[in-house]
């Protein structure tokens, strides 16, 4: 089946930067996209979602963008602390069931 | 507290020996899925399960059984273990299919 895979597999950010991980998905009949984030030693935590209707959705200091034309996905981080160093993960949703990529792991220099 | 428990968080066992990782939801979630976890492979899907008594096979089934006798309960059950189902496990919960929005903690895995 198809899957899902991100840009690069390592980004390293300054403490207060901005961050912005990418991810390329192949199903473009995928219609729902979950971005996780996995610190060391723990499970995948739900940072936040979009629908395929959408193209942008903003968090508390996230915000992911889609791109259907291209098949893209970013999350965007502002002002990025030590506690975001983790491996984050995209997933698409296609027909119910939810395609992982590898993940980015990023570090946070101080 | 939400949450998705598993025990136990570490495991090491020989080859053959049958096992059983629990998985235990308190969100009344009706959806439950397994994954496991490999370098470089991302998260693959094992098992799922939509309600009681419904369980499907995910991406990488062979060597697993699951059982679904309730709701908040979704085990998985290696009947005999092979090194190559060393890895990373993670139950999830959701309140419907492809939407895991709850993981576990994690099991690591380790058959000698």
């Known amino acids: 089946g198809e899957s899902v895979g991100l840009h690069l597999p390592t980004l390293s950010v300054q403490e207060g930067d901005n961050s912005i991980i990418n991810c390329a998905y192949s199903?473009?009949?995928?219609?729902?996209f979950i971005w996780y984030k996995q610190e060391s030693g723990k499970g995948p935590q739900f940072i936040i979602d979009?629908?395929?209707?959408?193209d942008k959705r903003q968090g508390q200091r996230v915000t992911v963008l889609l791109n259907k034309t291209v098949k893209h996905l970013s999350l965007q981080i502002a002002a990025t602390q030590p506690g975001d160093s983790a491996v984050y993960f995209c997933?698409?949703?296609?027909?119910?069931?939810?395609?992982f990529g590898a993940g980015t792991t990023v570090t946070v220099r101080a | 507290e939400a949450q998705v428990t598993q025990n136990p968080r570490y495991l090491i066992t020989v080859t053959g020996k049958k096992l059983t990782v629990t998985c235990s939801q308190n969100?009344?979630?009706?959806?439950m899925s397994w994954y496991r976890q490999d370098p470089g492979l991302g998260l693959r899907q094992i098992y799922y399960?939509?309600?009681?008594?419904?369980?499907d096979k995910g991406d990488v089934p062979e060597g697993y059984k699951v059982s679904r006798k309730e709701k908040r309960n979704f085990p998985l059950i290696l009947e005999s273990p092979s090194p190559n189902q060393t890895s990373l496990y993670f139950c999830?919960?959701?309140?419907?299919?492809?939407?895991?929005?709850?993981f576990g903690q994690g099991t690591r895995l380790t058959v000698v």
């Open positions: 969100m009344n979630h009706e959806y």
């Open positions: 997933a698409e949703n296609y027909n119910y069931k939810l395609s």
């Open positions: 199903n473009s009949a995928s219609d729902y």
């Open positions: 399960s939509m309600n009681v008594e419904v369980t």
């Open positions: 999830a919960s959701s309140l419907q299919t492809g939407l895991e929005a709850f």
């Open positions: 979009i629908r395929s209707n959408m």
